[in-house]
């Protein structure tokens, strides 16, 4: 020991806690999480919300939901239409409940494309490296750089007409469906590539990579038995964000009038056309919009949640 | 600093050509310019043929993409249809400037047409990211200094609302409350049509009062995710131990915390606030919808419902670029503000 | 140098806490000490003895929440620093008491050049204009070593070496030629060679302005460079108080006597293995009772448990705290 005694680190040690008894993990992860009430918040709304798109089915039919009745048209809400009507009498709830349906449905699936697009182009990428990593990388900025919702309003004019409806289980869709499902997740992945290279760049240089190519394993095998499974942590919460933002985008180009088509309903095509009823009938647009609010709300809530539960070194809020 | 500029634009470039590529392939097949041109008499396939031939659509893909690139005066066509190529193209290519002319306002230039609407644009995105810069510092310092305080809490939930909110959603609600319920309180209240009245006049207090609303729509979700940033970058500066110094030697609290600690605080925003601009695009879009604001965002709209390829084009690409220059121009003002970053 | 004048700085049972989500942190306990005129005060102990806080608190630098003064005074030149108003402690700090703090990297602001950082003391204690403020700025600069001081006004703290940023700091510190200047741990972040060149520097500045200088430090070597008394503290109280050459010569603290022990000496032939203090240091989450040293001790008895010693007088100018009798040997 020299003539110091324990040197400090550089400030002042006030908060110096020495002997204090150590947290068990389990005491730490609650703590966390009790600090992330919104994140607890935010599942309960989406659990909910999910109750009342696909729970609601059992309560209001299909039929009823797209049951026109020109008579009713434009009523407020009352005890026979909770919700009110819209332009041709429609039941505004049923019609949520519908709705809601496909822009959740929408909301997921869009996101299962622009991971699987995201995380194969930014695997590729950050593990490669060299040129694919250049070429793939301006084009994935090429991409970014072009604002969303024009590629999404350009690919849906581009695709529109060309898919027919889709009947299953005895209900129609409209192909449109399929196609803004795949539009979005066509145009969200380039900011998810972006991440998973950045987190194949700094793991593949760990020595736990190279031990894996020195007994020669493949470099599939490593880029999936094994950097991928420790890069979950920003995919999944980029994934969770992805949601909302998919939700979002499909609210916008439906509210645009190039999103889902009739006769499906989703909350952003029950918007569209409603500013021009501002004035006499606020609640054909204020019930879809706020459970579209309520849905980008809980899940931001939770993507937040996640973020701090999964990656200890980010800033609290 | 003159060399990371020039070694910044050097870089776009190859990045432009790739969006102009990706741009043009999606548009080859944005619906039919025949039909748009001809009207209702194109169903015959001669006259197909001829129309096709004329307006050089025969021609393979990258053919076509070099005439848009850089014009086809120096090549020549079949005008007359009779399958014998004699006159010489009358384009100039975009990189000359030549965006081509409408098919919707037949025979008027592109650039004639988006310069119409490009302006009302601009005031509406330059006053919203003006809103935003200022009042998302001063939200964010006043919610630092006035941490875990009533206000701050009550800042931080609208901050996380807003921050969640559809764009339409902001702009019927505030339509609603501004508008429509102000009117029957008897309040004054805002307007929501276009960006002035038409007997009035576009008077700059007329445009400013059209303003209001639509500024408001576009930047409050900015404004919410940034304030917040900004208090949480102004928390962790002001827990550095420099602000510890300058508060040991004295230094007015005022000095503290608008020089010392804002500086600090502020630098990664430029950063965010280049890289907003699509969004703010995006709600120009929505906006002007709604407001029927006389921008480009609803001449994109409309002429794409319409297949007015080349006027489409056209705001794509002004767009992209713009966004690749803004990338440029943030991170060459960050550089310049930020002493501790060297440029070879 | 401690003679019967009044002391310029008189600190009275200060007590500072911080409520953290862990609990009470007790970082000071009933510190009581004096500092008098042109002279240097050492103050020593180990990381988190509370010899930082103690010093922040005085000059009203430790946030409020979580931290809280408890108890206390420091009189400085009359006034109560521990009572004054936030202005009042403005015109206070930089003017009349300085502070030099330890890291050098993070204590400069990173996006003001250095000769902002300067002046801005001068301009607003002194109400120099620009033109002088830079003027005096440069004059600092040289004297405390810096290299073509004119033109680096202009420079960033980036821009300068870890010793060349301390110089800067003590420039800043020094500008309006303070009463006390306060360097806690300034040369535990440098080189052994840049070290002894700062404590050079501060030693120069100590004469030429004939000031007061309160040098917290862990190292006991420096101390005996510098000092004309020394302070030694433990889990936030006062072990001990003597000028430096009582407490090389007669230690009379186990504390003490225990730190002095550990020094490795090169003028000792024949080294056994080096002594080390057993145990740990408290935990400061729990309100002391009794001598809080006691764990450590090997002087310890059931009194030390029980009691806490206060200061007893055990030569001139001489305190200790602790139930021994050092002339004895014997518990009081």
């Given at each position: 020991m020299n003539s110091s005694v324990e040197s400090s680190s550089s400030?002042?040690?006030?908060?110096?806690?020495?002997?204090a008894p150590p947290l068990t993990l389990g005491q730490l992860t609650w703590r966390r999480f009790r600090r992330h009430k919104m994140a607890i918040f935010g599942a309960v709304t989406l659990f909910l919300l999910f109750i009342y798109a696909f729970g609601g089915a059992f309560i209001f039919t299909e039929k009823y939901a797209n049951f026109t009745e020109t008579g009713a048209?434009?009523?407020?809400?009352?005890?026979?239409?909770p919700f009110g009507t819209d332009t041709v009498g429609r039941d505004i709830l049923a019609r949520t409940i519908y709705g809601g349906q496909i822009s959740l449905f929408i909301g997921l699936t869009a996101v299962i494309i622009e991971l699987l697009m995201g995380v194969m182009i930014g695997a590729i990428s950050g593990y490669y490296g060299g040129r694919i990593d250049a070429l793939l990388m301006r084009f994935t900025e090429a991409v970014l750089n072009i604002p969303q919702i024009f590629l999404l309003l350009v690919m849906a004019k581009f695709f529109a007409g060309k898919i027919p409806n889709i009947q299953v289980l005895g209900r129609t869709y409209s192909g449109s469906v399929v196609v803004i499902i795949f539009i979005i997740g066509l145009t969200s992945w380039p900011y998810l590539a972006r991440i998973v290279r950045a987190e194949f760049l700094s793991l593949k240089e760990n020595d736990f990579i190279m031990a894996a190519r020195a007994t020669g394993t493949s470099s599939t095998e490593i880029i999936f038995r094994h950097i991928l499974p420790n890069s979950i942590a920003p995919i999944v919460v980029a994934g969770t964000l992805g949601v909302a933002n998919a939700i979002l985008s499909e609210a916008y180009i439906s509210f645009l009038g190039m999103g889902v088509q009739p006769p499906t309903a989703t909350w952003g095509n029950m918007l569209e056309g409603a500013y021009n009823y501002i004035e006499s009938s606020p609640w054909l647009w204020f019930f879809p919009g706020t459970l579209i609010l309520l849905t980008t709300l809980s899940i931001n809530f939770l993507g937040d949640g996640l973020r701090d539960a999964l990656d200890p070194h980010s800033r609290a809020a | 600093m003159t060399r990371y500029i020039i070694r910044r634009i050097l870089q776009a470039i190859p990045l432009l050509f790739i969006i102009s590529v990706i741009l043009f392939v999606l548009m080859q097949?944005?619906?039919?310019p025949l039909a748009t041109m001809g009207?209702?008499?194109?169903?015959?396939s001669s006259e197909r043929e001829r129309l096709t031939r004329q307006l050089g659509l025969d021609k393979p893909i990258y053919m076509q993409y070099l005439y848009w690139l850089i014009?086809?005066?120096w090549d020549s066509f079949d005008r007359d249809g009779d399958g014998i190529k004699e006159s010489a193209g009358v384009r100039k290519g975009i990189l000359r400037g030549?965006?081509?002319?409408?098919l919707v306002n037949r025979g008027i230039p592109v650039t004639e047409v988006i310069g119409d609407r490009l302006p009302n644009t601009l005031i509406l995105m330059l006053t919203a990211e003006l809103v935003i810069i200022i009042f998302s510092l001063g939200i964010g310092v006043y919610s630092a200094l006035r941490q875990y305080s009533f206000m701050d809490n009550l800042i931080t939930g609208i901050s996380f609302i807003g921050y969640s909110m559809p764009i339409f959603f902001i702009a019927l609600v505030s339509m609603y409350i501004f508008s429509v319920n102000f009117k029957r309180w008897g309040l004054p209240y805002l307007p929501?049509?276009?960006?002035?009245?038409p007997q009035v006049g576009k008077t700059t207090s007329e445009v400013l009062r059209h303003l209001i609303l639509p500024v408001f729509s576009i930047s409050f979700i900015s404004l919410a995710a940034y304030s917040r940033y900004i208090r949480g970058t102004m928390l962790e500066v002001l827990n550095q131990d420099y602000i510890r110094t300058a508060k040991s030697k004295g230094i007015p609290r005022r000095d503290i915390i608008f020089v010392h600690a804002l500086k600090n605080a502020s630098l990664p925003i430029v950063t965010i606030i280049g890289l907003d601009l699509p969004l703010l695009l995006a709600g120009a879009v929505v906006t002007e919808r709604i407001f029927a604001w006389p921008g480009m965002g609803r001449l994109f709209l409309d002429h794409l419902t319409r297949s007015d390829t080349p006027v489409v084009m056209g705001i794509l690409l002004l767009i992209s670029v713009a966004v690749v220059v803004f990338q440029i121009l943030t991170d060459i003002t960050y550089a310049w503000l930020d002493p501790r970053i060297t440029y070879k | 140098m401690s003679d019967h004048q009044q002391p310029i700085l008189s600190v009275r049972h200060l007590k500072t806490r911080f409520h953290t989500a862990e609990g009470t942190v007790?970082?000071?306990?009933d510190v009581s000490f004096d500092l008098f005129d042109k002279e240097t005060l050492a103050v020593v102990g180990e990381s988190g003895c509370g010899k930082s806080v103690t010093m922040m608190s005085i000059l009203g630098l430790?946030?409020?929440?979580?931290?809280?003064?408890a108890a206390g005074e420091a009189h400085y030149l009359g006034r109560d620093l521990l009572k004054c108003t936030e202005n009042e402690m403005e015109s206070i700090r930089g003017k009349e008491i300085a502070m030099v703090f330890q890291d050098p990297m993070t204590s400069l602001?990173?996006?003001?050049?250095i000769g902002h950082q300067i002046t801005e003391s001068l301009r607003a204690?002194?109400?120099?204009?620009q033109e002088e403020a830079n003027h005096r700025a440069v004059e600092m600069l040289e004297l405390v070593g810096i290299p073509d001081p004119a033109s680096r006004l202009?420079?960033?703290?980036?821009?300068?070496s870890g010793g060349m940023r301390q110089r800067v700091m003590i420039a800043m510190a020094l500008t309006c030629s303070p009463n006390v200047l306060i360097a806690?741990?300034?040369?535990?972040?440098?080189?052994v060679t840049i070290q002894a060149q700062i404590m050079e520097l501060v030693y120069e500045f100590r004469q030429r302005l004939s000031m007061s200088i309160i040098w917290i430090t862990h190292d006991l070597g420096v101390v005996a460079g510098i000092a004309d008394r020394v302070i030694v503290m433990y889990a936030g109280y006062i072990m001990e108080q003597a000028s430096v050459i009582d407490l090389y010569?007669?230690?009379?603290h186990p504390y003490t006597l225990a730190l002095l022990a550990a020094l490795p000496r090169v003028d000792l032939r024949r080294q056994h293995r080096l002594l080390s203090i057993p145990g740990a240091p408290p935990n400061l989450l729990v309100e002391p009772?009794?001598?809080?040293?006691t764990a450590r001790?090997?002087?310890?008895?059931?009194h030390c448990r029980s009691e806490r010693p206060p200061l007893f007088t055990t030569g001139e100018g001489h305190q200790t705290a602790c139930w021994l009798d050092p002339k004895t040997g014997q518990p009081r």
């Open positions: 400030a002042p040690a006030i908060y110096d806690v020495l002997e048209r434009l009523q407020a809400p009352s005890s026979a239409h | 097949n944005m619906g039919d009207g209702r008499t194109v169903t015959r014009g086809n005066d030549d965006f081509g002319t409408s929501t049509v276009g960006m002035f009245d | 007790y970082a000071v306990n430790i946030p409020i929440p979580p931290g809280e003064i602001n990173p996006v003001l050049s204690h002194l109400n120099m204009n202009k420079s960033y703290p980036h821009q300068f806690d741990e300034p040369t535990t972040a440098l080189d010569e007669q230690p009379h009772v009794g001598c809080p040293f001790c090997q002087f310890a008895f059931e």
